[in-house]
Every structure is written in C-alpha cells, then in structure tokens.
C-alpha cells in the first residue's frame, strides 16, 4: 500500500473510531513517519480530490467525505456515537462507510424544519420525503464547501 493511501486511511480510522479528525502529528506517530511527510500526503489527497483542507490551512482537515471535520447540521449517531456529515447525503454515507444502522438528523435547507431519518439493516427506513440538489454533480468540486 502506497503512503498516501496509509494516511487516507488513518485518517478514516480515527473518524470511525473517535468521531474526530486526527492531526498530522498523530497520523505521524500511527504510523511511525514525520509530520512532515504526512503532512505532504495531506496536500496529495487534497489535490485529488480525496480531502478537503481548511482554506488557508495545508494541513486543517475540513472534509473526509463522508465525514465533516467541523460540526454541522448534519449528523449521523451509530451506537451513541456522534458523526458530523458535510451534507444531508454524507450523513446516509457514514451509515453506509460504517455499516452500521444509524439515526440521522438533520436540516432542510430550505425550509428549515427538522429532519430524521433511520437506517436499519443497511437500508433507510422507508418515509415520504424530496431530495432536491442545488448543484449539479458535474459541479460540485466548483465550490465544495458550498454544494
């Protein structure tokens, strides 16, 4: 496994197992490397498009799709545990990344009301709702933060 793909998956490890980002320095002792060096892999993944990076920052993680490194409306409880997703399809992908069933709640962002969702033997509950995406898929790495 190439060292990038090591990180990555430090990365998601520490998600699921702490519901918090990891910084470099940890990732560097996981797996017996330096700062910098990790900290180099966070700039590969983020080139391709595999993190997302605080503006300004090279090393703050904001997204590990599917998981927010930053609270948000979004979250996704499995066995008490609390995930924060990047947007309401995120919070379906850490139940699906996780394999777990999970309790989803959330925001309309257009209305504002409040939204649940269950997931349960690996599939939502069935429930009446819309979906409606703002962006295209072709466009959502224009402006990731805000799709």
Not at 46 to 63: C, D, H, I, N
Not at 115 to 123: G, T, Y
């Amino acid at each position: 496994m190439d060292f990038d793909t090591s990180v990555k998956l430090q990365i998601y490890k520490t998600l699921a197992a702490t519901s918090q980002p990891p910084v470099p320095a940890a990732i560097a002792a996981d797996l017996a490397c330096t700062v910098e060096e990790v900290e180099a892999a966070y700039q590969r993944l983020y080139q391709e498009r595999l993190l997302v990076l605080e503006p300004g920052s090279p090393t703050a993680l904001r997204m590990a799709p599917p998981f927010s490194a930053i609270p948000t409306q979004h979250v996704t409880t499995i066995n008490g545990k609390s995930y924060f997703a990047n947007c309401a399809w995120d919070a379906f992908g850490i139940a699906a990344a996780l394999h777990r069933d999970a309790d989803i709640n959330s925001v309309c962002g257009d209305c504002g009301a409040s939204l649940s969702f269950q997931i349960r033997d690996h599939k939502p509950v069935p429930q009446e709702c819309a979906v409606h995406f703002a962006v295209p898929a072709a466009h959502w790495w224009d402006d990731i933060v805000y799709t």
